[in-house]
DNA sequence: GTCTATATGTAGATAGAC
DNA sequence: GTCTATCTACATATAGAC
C-alpha cells in the first residue's frame, strides 16, 4: 500500500474517533506511518486529505447500507436488516459524527459528502416505506418520508444515547424501538418484495 | 453578574457550539471578557470549568424538558409536546452533542452529566409511554423503554440530519414520522391524564 | 481577585536538501 | 517522493506582582 493510501486510511480512522478538530496532521501522519513532507506532497493540507477521507468513507457506508437495504422480502424486513446489521454503537457513525464538528459544517466542501450521504439514505428509505404503503403492508396514513427520516435519526440517535451511557443497550432499544412501531403501523398482511403495481 | 459566572455561560455557549475539543481557556475567557489569571483562579482548569458548564447545561436541559413532558391529557400528546417544542435543530443539543466529543467520553467526570441526563429522559418517557399502555391508549405490545429510546433517539438523530443537511427539514420530518408512528401504535381510544389505575 | 510574564508543547504549514 | 529544518500562532498552564 502507497503513502498516499496509508494517509488516507490513517485519516478515516482518526476522523472517526476524534472527529475533525480534534485530529491533527501530525497524528495522521504518525499512524500512517509518514513524515510530514509526504503528506503535504500528497494533499494541500489537512482540509484537502481529511475530505478525501471523509468522501472515502461516505462511499464505502453507502455501499454497505445499500446492499443491506435489498435484503428481504416486505418493506419490514428491509428496514429490520438495515437497523439490526451488526454495528459497534459505542463507536458511533463515521459519517454522522462529522455532522456535529463545526469545522466541517463551515465548509462546503467538507460537509458535502456527509450531506450527501444522508440525502441519499433517506431517499433509500422513504423508497421502501413507500413500497411498503402500495403494497398494502404498511398503513396508507404512514408518510414515507417521514418515515424515513425518523428511522435514519432513531440510528443516529441510537450512537448518542449508547455513548452517553458507555453502553450499547440503549442503542438497541431505539432499534427494537422503532421497529416496534413500524410493526404496530403494518396491516398484518404480507406483501410481496416487488414494488407497488409489479404483481398486479 | 460577576466573573465566575460570565466564565461558566460563556462556556456553556461555546461548548455547545465548537464542542469540548475545539473549544480553548482562552476562547472563553475573551468571550466572558476575563483574562487568564481570573479563569485559573476561579477553576483549576479547562476540564473543571467545562465540567461546571456542562453540568448547569444538563439540568437547564432536564427542567425545562420535565415541565414539557407533563403538558398534556395522553401520552401521545404529552410525547408530542415534548418532540413539538420550539427548537432550532441547526444548533443541536448542547446535552448530547457532548456524547460525541471523545475527551468527554474518556474523562468520567465530564460524561457523567451527560450519561445522567439520557438516562433521566428514558425513564420519563418510558413512564408516559407506560402510562398510555396501562391506560389502554397505546397497544399492549408497546414496549415502553424501547419506544423511549427511540423517541429520544429520533431527537438526537434528528439533529444530525439537519446539520447534515443544513435544513431544519430532516428534524421536523423525522419527528412527524415519529408521531406517525406512534399513532399507528394507538387504539383510538381516548385516555385519561393520570397515571394507570388512579381513574378505576 | 485580577493582571502580566513566562514556559512547554502542539497545530498547521512552508522551504529546500536529498 | 521523502526528509529535516524552520516558522507563526495557539493551547494550556504556572508564578508572582498588584
Aim: glycine residues 12%.
Amino acid at each position: 500500500m502507497d503513502t498516499a493510501e496509508r494517509l488516507i486510511e490513517s485519516a478515516q480512522q482518526l476522523l472517526w474517533e476524534r472527529g475533525y478538530v480534534g485530529t491533527s496532521p501530525k497524528a495522521i501522519q504518525e499512524l500512517a506511518g509518514a513524515g510530514q513532507g509526504s503528506m503535504y506532497h500528497h494533499f494541500k493540507g489537512k482540509p484537502d486529505l481529511a475530505a478525501t477521507a471523509m468522501r472515502r468513507s461516505a462511499a464505502e457506508l453507502r455501499a454497505q447500507a445499500d446492499a443491506l437495504l435489498d435484503e428481504g422480502d416486505t418493506a419490514l424486513a428491509r428496514v429490520g436488516t438495515y437497523l439490526l446489521r451488526e454495528r459497534d454503537p459505542l463507536r458511533g457513525c463515521r459519517v454522522g459524527r462529522m455532522a456535529m464538528d463545526p469545522d466541517v459544517i463551515a465548509s462546503g466542501t467538507l460537509r458535502e459528502p456527509v450531506r450527501d450521504t444522508f440525502a441519499w439514505l433517506r431517499e433509500r428509505l422513504a423508497g421502501i416505506v413507500a413500497d411498503g404503503v402500495a403494497s398494502g403492508e404498511l398503513r396508507p396514513g404512514i408518510d414515507p418520508r417521514d418515515t424515513a427520516a425518523a428511522l435514519a435519526a432513531v440510528v443516529q440517535g441510537g450512537y448518542v444515547l449508547a455513548r452517553a451511557a458507555g453502553d450499547r443497550e440503549p442503542f438497541d432499544q431505539a432499534v427494537r424501538g422503532a421497529l416496534g412501531l413500524l410493526e404496530a403501523a403494518s396491516t398484518g398482511h404480507a406483501a410481496p418484495a416487488a414494488p407497488a403495481g409489479q404483481d398486479g
